[in-house]
T-cell receptor, first 113, second 114 residues
Framework: TQLLEQSPQFLSIQEGENLTVYCNSS?????LQWYRQEPGEGPVLLVT?????EVKKLKRLTFQFGDARKDSSLHITAAQPGDTGLYLC?????????????FGKGTLLTVNP | GAGVSQSPSNKVTEKGKDVELRCDPI?????LYWYRQRLGQGLEFLIY????????KSGLPSDRFSAERTGESVSTLTIQRTQQEDSAVYLC????????????FGPGTRLTVT
């Protein structure tokens, strides 16, 4: 089984702090996505990265794809309570079926006011 | 426009009973996916539809699980003789084309088997 390991599993911070969550694998991915899931809802796609070394920014969120396309990080600047949720990374394995996403277990982020 | 909808939102059933979960994808989306999310786990792929055919059923955990899709619209996931380990949130997603990275998820059905 080709896994995506996410860390930390849980993160509780104060409003205004910065944080980074990680998504790692021993496998190469042709693309990697980050989702945010709120309680009682399905995951919502935040970003897709496809090129090794790629960096994408979405307001206060910065996503990076590792040079070797085996890992990714999500950095949030000046976190707000509205950022609270489960952050999931998901990837399409290089050479695998291009519709099948492998998901990590997620990082549960709580931002306290 | 309307997103992916799923029904029921919650289902409590007794062990051994059959359940049907429904997914209405976004209109015009040809691809449809079912996932299972257990507490503290990531999403587990179950089955993929392209139109009304299912080229990949590899994620279905056992022969108690089956799924159908009518044309490019509604899909039903059926679990027969439910077991307690089937308790999970079942998520449906659709995408506009078969190789799309863009999967749009419904809110899920929370299944509890007592």
């Amino acid at each position: 089984t080709q896994l995506l390991e996410q860390s930390p599993q849980f993160l509780s911070i104060q409003e205004g702090e910065n944080l980074t969550v990680y998504c790692n694998s021993s496998s190469v991915f042709s693309s990697l996505q980050w989702y945010r899931q709120e309680p009682g809802e399905g995951p919502v796609l935040l970003v897709t990265v496809v090129t090794g070394g790629e960096v994408k920014k979405l307001k206060r969120l910065t996503f990076q794809f590792g040079d070797a396309r085996k890992d990714s990080s999500l950095h949030i600047t000046a976190a707000q309570p509205g950022d609270t949720g489960l952050y999931l990374c998901a990837g399409v394995h290089s050479g695998g079926s291009n519709y099948k996403l492998t998901f990590g277990k997620g990082t549960l982020l709580t931002v306290n006011p | 426009g309307a997103g992916v909808s799923q029904s029921p939102s919650n289902k409590v059933t007794e062990k051994g009973k059959d359940v049907e979960l429904r997914c209405d994808p976004i209109s015009g989306h040809t691809a449809l996916y079912w996932y299972r999310q257990r507490l503290g786990q990531g999403l587990e792929f179950l089955i993929y539809f392209q139109g009304n055919s299912a080229p990949d059923k590899s994620g279905l955990p056992s022969d108690r699980f089956s799924a159908e899709r009518t044309g490019e619209s509604v899909s039903t996931l059926t679990i027969q003789r439910t077991q307690q380990e089937d308790s999970a949130v079942y998520l449906c997603a659709s995408s506009p084309r078969w190789s799309s990275y863009e999967q749009y998820f419904g809110p899920g059905t929370r299944l509890t088997v007592t």
